[in-house]
């Protein structure tokens, strides 16, 4: 697991910058209601996304929350007043007071099926009946794009995704949420060099290969010996689903 503390200055330049935060803004507005007057964006991260939010939703009340005091402080400087350190599985509100709740690249980053649980648990508890939770899933996923990168890395070990669809949905059924739309982006800017890929190896951003592992060092070896190494390949596709609370 990455040190977000550490990464919050430069995460937004690792990961596809203002272009891939516009099409996650444009993808999850889709799914948010006209006339939504208060939104939550947990694990809001730097705040690159949720200001879009804001911004496209004048009328509403955004607020951001994220559990690592880095991310939040850089959201701060975007979204002044409006950020909340918060933990994602225990949240600081009452229940009931959102008409929509989102989480963009959340719940992949989290380690055991009962954190996401209690993910998904806080985002229904907060959320209004009727009202809208929209989330990102099988992430992991997305980054398999068919390329020779992914030819070199498809025998690495690899954890259970902990945001796949059918398991977020029926995290999601269980507290009265029930599937309401779903959508698509690309991840601008994400599309994946081999050069890019051995580096991002060596610095754990592989879960189950950490740095310094002889397996590791091996999937980079073959992955420098790819051609074109500066030549990103195709972006990800990202998916989200939206849920509506039962009213």
Known sequence: MLDYDKEADVYDASRGGEPRAAAAADAVLGLIPADTRRL???GCGTGIVTRRLAAARPAASVTGADLTYGMARTAAVRLPGAIVLADSR??????AVFDAVTSVWLLHLLDRPEDVRAVVAECARVLRPGGVYVTTVDKAAAHDVGSDIDAVLAPRPRRPAPDAAPLVESYAAAHLLHPAGQARFPGRGQGRSPRRTAADLRRGWFTLLPPGDPLTERFAA?????????????DPVFSVRSFQKAG
């Open 40 to 42: 939550l964006d947990v």
């Open 90 to 95: 225990a949240l600081p509100f009452p229940d």
């Open 222 to 234: 073959r992955l420098e010996e790819l051609p074109d190494q500066e030549l990103p390949r195709a």
